[in-house]
């Protein structure tokens, strides 16, 4: 997810005009569609104890820091906790395990360290419980409406061009031919005949060739363009359906809660008898479903299983596309510090890239305005 990110903010004018860019406009307009509906509607935000903190746990300068130190590390990594966490162990990848075990080794010393056994740095890294902050503003939400409407709008902007560059190049593909083919055809009857008849059927001859030619680039590129489309439209509506389910597990795992993180990892609460181990199953669950998905993606499943499932495992997508999986592979030194880099910033602030947009959009300007912007320039650096 945060590649993701990084690429909107790399290539923002493609966002609205290339087809490749389509399905990931429509999943982030329907991921923070839903988490907007989730706000607005009534009773939600209480249910389970809240959907957010009722205090923020982390100074704005811990949460600058964890911003650029997850941006820049998952950009070394190359993932986060759903690129390597749920869909690269999910697909038993040795470079997404090691990842794994990285971030989370780092996060669980992290935020061992900041906890109150440690009162210096607990007192630098964690606000005052008894102060009562709460990083909420009415103008951060407003902000949050505002990038959801934007990328609803580049949703509907990239589906026009799209479908007006599709009726473009059909056109030119039924107004085109005749000049690229002709030659083709000339080189078979390049003979001369010495009567005027012969030339007339040689010239017959040569036009129904060309209008043979035409007819088959143009039906050959028409289909080209029928199956690109709804590959295209496919992408676009696996993605709105996708997201809700995404922005639901989320919320009601707790991931926009920075405690729960920070509760999760800190280990030290085992002796105060407050550790809350929740997202343990959290991220199970994830893995486990993603493991039984990629058993039916050739390639990229457990032979054993993939042997008896036999012509289920599929090659290609529905759509029709390629399956775009990772192939980097190796366990390199830039692989490790960069998780290792991602652990620290969820151990001191408990941010992680997904459930952030949902915070930042959510009106808590501490994720919006803070490690957003922050994580953004730590993928640039």
């Given at each position: 997810f945060s590649s993701l990110i990084g690429s909107f903010v790399s290539h923002p004018v493609k966002a609205f005009k290339c087809?490749?860019?389509?399905?990931?406009?429509?999943?982030?307009a329907s991921f923070l569609l839903t988490a907007q509906l989730l706000f607005n509607l009534p009773g939600f935000m209480s249910l389970y104890g809240g959907m957010f903190d009722s205090q923020s746990i982390a100074p704005l300068w811990v949460v600058a820091v964890s911003g650029l130190l997850a941006g820049y590390g998952t950009k070394m990594a190359n993932g986060c906790t759903s690129g390597h966490g749920i869909s690269g162990v999910g697909r038993l990848s040795s470079r997404s395990i090691v990842a794994v075990c990285t971030f989370m080794a780092t996060a669980f010393l992290t935020a061992s360290l900041c906890s109150p056994v440690f009162p210096r740095i607990n007192k630098a890294t964690r606000q005052n419980p008894n102060a009562d902050i709460t990083y909420y503003s009415t103008v951060a939400y407003g902000f949050g409406i505002g990038i959801t409407a934007l990328f609803c709008v580049a949703t509907i902007v990239n589906v026009i061009f799209v479908h007006k560059d599709t009726r473009m190049q059909r056109t030119k593909n039924s107004e085109g031919s005749p000049n690229k083919t002709a030659a083709g055809?000339?080189?078979?009857?390049?003979?001369?005949?010495?009567?005027?008849?012969?030339?007339?059927?040689?010239?017959?001859?040569?036009?129904?060739?060309?209008?043979?030619?035409?007819?088959?680039?143009?039906?050959?590129?028409?289909?080209?363009?029928?199956?690109?489309?709804?590959?295209?439209?496919?992408?676009?509506?696996?993605?709105?359906?996708?997201?809700?389910?995404?922005?639901?597990?989320?919320?009601?795992?707790?991931?926009?809660?920075?405690?729960?993180?920070?509760?999760?990892?800190?280990?030290?609460?085992?002796?105060?008898?407050?550790?809350?181990?929740?997202?343990?199953?959290?991220?199970?669950?994830?893995?486990?479903?993603?493991?039984?998905?990629?058993?039916?993606?050739?390639?990229?499943?457990?032979?054993?299983?993939?042997?008896?499932?036999?012509?289920?495992?599929?090659?290609?997508?529905?759509?029709?596309?390629?399956?775009?999986?990772?192939?980097?592979?190796?366990?390199?030194?830039?692989?490790?510090?960069?998780?290792?880099?991602?652990?620290?910033?969820?151990?001191?602030?408990?941010?992680?890239?997904?459930p952030n947009l949902i915070m930042a959009v959510g009106g808590y300007y501490d994720a919006l305005l803070v490690w957003l912007p922050l994580f953004i320039v730590g993928r640039f650096l």
């Open positions: 087809a490749e860019f389509g399905w990931k406009c429509a999943f982030m055809g000339g080189a078979e009857s390049s003979s001369q005949s010495s009567s005027s008849d012969d030339i007339e059927d040689q010239k017959q001859r040569q036009e129904d060739y060309v209008d043979a030619q035409t007819l088959e680039t143009t039906l050959e590129d028409d289909q080209e363009s029928r199956i690109s489309t709804s590959s295209y439209y496919f992408k676009l509506l696996a993605a709105i359906c996708a997201a809700p389910t995404f922005t639901f597990g989320l919320s009601f795992g707790g991931m926009t809660k920075p405690s729960k993180i920070i509760g999760f990892f800190d280990l030290t609460g085992f002796a105060r008898g407050e550790y809350d181990p929740s997202l343990l199953f959290l991220f199970a669950a994830g893995c486990a479903t993603s493991f039984v998905a990629y058993q039916f993606v050739a390639g990229h499943g457990v032979s054993f299983i993939q042997s008896r499932l036999g012509a289920r495992v599929r090659t290609k997508a529905f759509s029709g596309d390629e399956y775009h999986v990772s192939k980097v592979k190796g366990i390199t030194t830039r692989l490790v510090v960069g998780s290792s880099l991602f652990g620290i910033s969820l151990g001191i602030a408990g941010f992680c890239p997904t």
